[in-house]
């Protein structure tokens, strides 16, 4: 069996999609109800719901034999995984924004609010500038508003929440996508069967 964990949500729907076009179709994933486990026997796979977040930790600790996390968790996590392949789907990318009149003298410690401490960091690190981290864990638009903080790091995908915040992109980070990604271990022992999947999902990745 090769165990996979598929993010719960919009982006998992398409990445099922994906592995069902693949020939790794699981029919009763489709039903309606709370369970998280699904397998078809014949096809050898057994999938998981997990937190879009999580993939990355089932799979680094073996729980899962592959999975599909967001570039944005595996910079941010750096979890010891293989990363196999770029999906190009929930596409994306990591900005920083601030409210429309914002002015950086470029001196005084900029506060930063961002669910992605390690990637404003790093970022930050590189450009020499001194900052103070404020790690939120949702609606990070709003710290700007409220004086919480200067600018913030955060996902940019339609532009919307920005705009209907009076929020813009002051700067791109870096562009983010799902990527497949494999367990060590797991890949030593299921070489065979997991580069099977990689293959027949790359045939299906839409440019
Ligand atoms: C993400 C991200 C932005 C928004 C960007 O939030 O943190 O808030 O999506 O998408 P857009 O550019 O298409 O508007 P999410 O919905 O994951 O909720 P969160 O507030 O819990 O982070």
């Not at 398409?14 to 029919?27: L, N, Q, R």
């Amino acid at each position: 069996m090769i165990n996979v964990a598929l993010p719960k949500g919009r982006l998992g729907e398409k990445v099922y999609a994906m592995f069902e076009k693949a020939g790794y179709e699981c029919p009763s994933i489709k039903e309606v109800n709370r369970k998280l486990v699904f397998e078809n026997e014949e096809k050898r796979i057994r999938y998981f719901w997990v937190k879009p977040s999580d993939v990355s930790i089932y799979v680094e600790r073996g729980a899962a034999d592959i999975g599909v996390a967001g570039k944005d968790i595996l910079l941010e996590y750096r979890p010891d995984v293989y990363e196999l392949l770029d999906l190009n789907i929930g596409k994306c990318c990591m900005a920083v924004a601030a409210p429309k009149d914002f002015y950086d003298n470029g001196v005084r410690t900029l506060k930063v609010a961002t669910k992605f401490s390690n990637i404003a960091r790093t970022y930050y690190n590189g450009l020499g500038r001194e900052i103070d981290i404020i790690h939120l864990n949702g609606s990070i638009e709003l710290a700007p508003i409220l004086g919480l903080s200067d600018v913030i790091v955060d996902i940019v995908e339609t532009g919307a929440t920005l705009r209907e915040n009076n929020l813009e992109v002051f700067e791109t980070i870096v562009p983010i996508s799902a990527r497949l990604i494999a367990n060590k271990t797991g890949f030593q022992f299921k070489t065979k069967e997991i580069e099977a999947v990689a293959r027949k999902l790359g045939e299906m990745i839409q440019p």
